[in-house]
């Protein structure tokens, strides 16, 4: 079977990756599978783009072989797009989840319903040697809860509500997520690379 190299040690994204690339066939294989003491890439860029090439560019190089990552989060408005590249460490360095959550819904509690919008943005970059680094850009549209509710999924899924849903992300199954979601709207655009590879 082929194999593709996703740069992550998040498990939440790793599992819907090796859903998507199972789907084609295709074995994805996060940083968690390797039996490498492979480094954590510090995320120093200032966008989702900058950030998806270091991971993607510093795990290629080391591995020689060509190598997948995502660079994601949240965006709400009327937090002038904070968490956004931020969303992993947003309550601290430890990247918690039940702490970057609750820190959200403390900063929007006095946030009136219309005025909740927010949407996932996921950056996927794909690094080849010799070769110039692939991007491609997904969203999903949504707002945020008053409340976390919800056991699937991870990070924000709790309090997020794509639009046309009046449940949150967490809610989902992830088959359902895995319909909607901003990685898989990213990782549709990657259809043409995928066949070539
Ligand atoms: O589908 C999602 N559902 C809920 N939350 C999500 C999702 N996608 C990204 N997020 C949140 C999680 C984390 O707070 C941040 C990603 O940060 P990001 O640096 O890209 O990932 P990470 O540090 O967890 O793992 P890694 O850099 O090893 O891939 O956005
Ligand atoms: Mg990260």
């Known amino acids: 079977m082929k194999q593709i190299v996703i740069a992550t040690k998040n498990k939440g994204k790793a599992n819907e990756f090796k859903s998507f690339f199972s789907k084609e066939n295709i074995e994805a294989l996060s940083l968690l599978d390797l039996n490498f003491e492979l480094p954590d890439v510090e995320e120093t860029g200032q966008t ?13 190089h080391l ?13 709400i408005d009327a937090l002038n797009g904070r968490p ?15 702490a970057n959550v609750q820190k ?15 949407r996932f943005v996921c950056v996927l970059a794909i690094a080849r040697p010799g070769e110039n680094t692939i991007f491609k850009k ?10 976390a509710t919800g056991e699937y999924g991870f990070g924000y899924d709790p309090i997020f509500i794509p639009d046309g849903y009046s449940r949150t992300m967490a809610e989902l199954q992830p088959d359902e997520k895995n319909r909607i979601s901003h990685r898989k709207n990213a ?11």
């Open 63 to 75: 591995l020689k072989k060509p190598v997948l990552s995502d660079d994601s989060g949240l965006v």
């Open 104 to 118: 959200v819904l403390e900063e929007m509690e006095n946030v009136p319903e219309n005025q909740r919008t927010a």
């Open 138 to 147: 997904g969203f999903c549209e949504g707002k945020i809860a008053t409340s």
């Open 187 to 197: 990782i549709d655009q990657l259809e043409e690379w995928i066949h070539s590879m």
């Open 48 to 60: 989702f783009e900058e950030n998806a090439a270091l991971k993607a560019e510093e795990i290629c």
């Open 84 to 98: 956004g590249i931020y969303s992993a460490r947003y309550a601290g360095e430890e990247k918690d989840d039940k």
